[in-house]
């Protein structure tokens, strides 16, 4: 097996336009969208310990994600290279033509620009997405923020939305409010 190591990059040079995906946000403080990496793994974690109700994760969790799911995962950063803004998933292995989302999250500092919308249609527009119709996520019943973010993505995309009770709360150890599974599509990534 032929292995072609990664490019590293710099955390420093992390928030410049010619390495990320996108550059979001206004001209006076800019965000950029990229695929993590080593570096990332901390960051995200912290991150996501700043965004209730996420559930959070270990930091090894967020460090193998940056790494071994990077081309289907992506951040954003702002000038300063922290990051403000974390998608995750991966690509169904029973099911190539979906992907399965499963963080969104979204620092104090980029919320309310549009950042978590902006995330997961980065990720849904790379070329190895190209043949991806369907996206999946849990979402419990009362995250408003959550189920918002999925019926406008939704409407965008001109896909239907379905969702049906997916893991109770038993199965979730009865501390847990239960997930429904919700599904968008199909789509045609290529009008994403």
Known sequence: MNMTPQPFTPSADLAR????????????????????????????????????????????????????????????TNEEGEIVGFVSGYVKSNAP????????????????????????EAVMTRPELADVHHMETTITPDNQASWGLFRRLADRWQAPLNSREYFSTDQLGGEHDPENLVRIGPFDTRRI
Do not use: H, M
């Open 17 to 76: 336009p010619s390495v990320a995906d996108a550059v979001v946000g206004s001209d006076a403080s800019p965000l950029f969208i990229r695929k993590p990496n080593p570096d990332d793994g901390w960051g995200i974690y912290e991150l996501v310990k700043s965004c209730p109700p996420l559930d959070v994760n270990s930091a090894y969790a967020y460090l193998l994600l940056a790494t071994q799911f990077r081309d289907t995962c992506a951040v954003a």
């Open 97 to 120: 033509d979906t992907y399965f989302l499963w963080q969104v999250a979204v620092g104090e500092k980029a919320r309310g620009t549009g950042l978590a919308r902006r995330l997961v």
